[in-house]
């Protein structure tokens, strides 16, 4: 008798449920074997711990100023931008609130600072118009006199000058095309970045008359301006 027998069988059942991948299913699985959603737990919200009292004012504090700091080290962000990310992770403004005071009493929240940062950095390393960076700040809940204030380290001289610069470089990727084709390009793509037409088509007519293009002005006889479907 061999040992399959003296098991009774069982061990011969064994083997063949393992060979042919199949197991036992729970009253807590699907159809397919995968647990059921029924079956998985939400994770309580802060909010819902406070509530059950399994978590205290000040702890949830405690782990709101963690939270707080982990985002700071990586960007600097404003306000807003915080305290939209301490709601999403489900904390109060009972809590959130006290909290970002804080961090606005020791100069570890400073929109004026953040949104100077966006200005200088968005209109040098990406020439981007005063426009733009406009609805960038406003965007990142930077409020309008702070933005204004910000916004006054660009003059139309300086837009004008980054203008040029991307012109020229729009239409130097360009040599070799039909003139028309790389004038709506580069104008539609300084349109993209804020600059009004009248800016972005000046920009890229000095651009094109540099390599020897002429007749521009034609182009636009009764104010019109080319577009970007190329």
Known sequence: MTAET???GRGVGKRRGRRNGSRSFGPDDGADGTAAPSARRTRP???ERLEAGELSLEDAAEKAREA????LTAAP???AELEQSLGRKGYPHAVSGPVLDRFDEVGLIDD?????MI???RHTERGLSRRAIAMELRRRGIDEETAREALEQVDGDDE???AAVLARKHVARTRGLDRDVRLRRAVGSLGRKGYPPGVAFGAVR?????EGEDDLDDDFAGGGYPGADD
Do not use: F, H, P
Request: charge should be positive; hydrophobic fraction near 45%.
């Open 160 to 162: 004008r000058d980054a």
């Open 68 to 71: 707080l700091l982990r985002t």
């Open 6 to 8: 003296t098991s009774g």
């Open 206 to 210: 000095d651009a094109l008359a540099a």
């Open 45 to 47: 919200t802060v909010a």
């Open 112 to 116: 004026a600072a953040y949104a100077e």
């Open 77 to 79: 962000k404003s306000r």
């Open 119 to 121: 200005v200088r950095t």
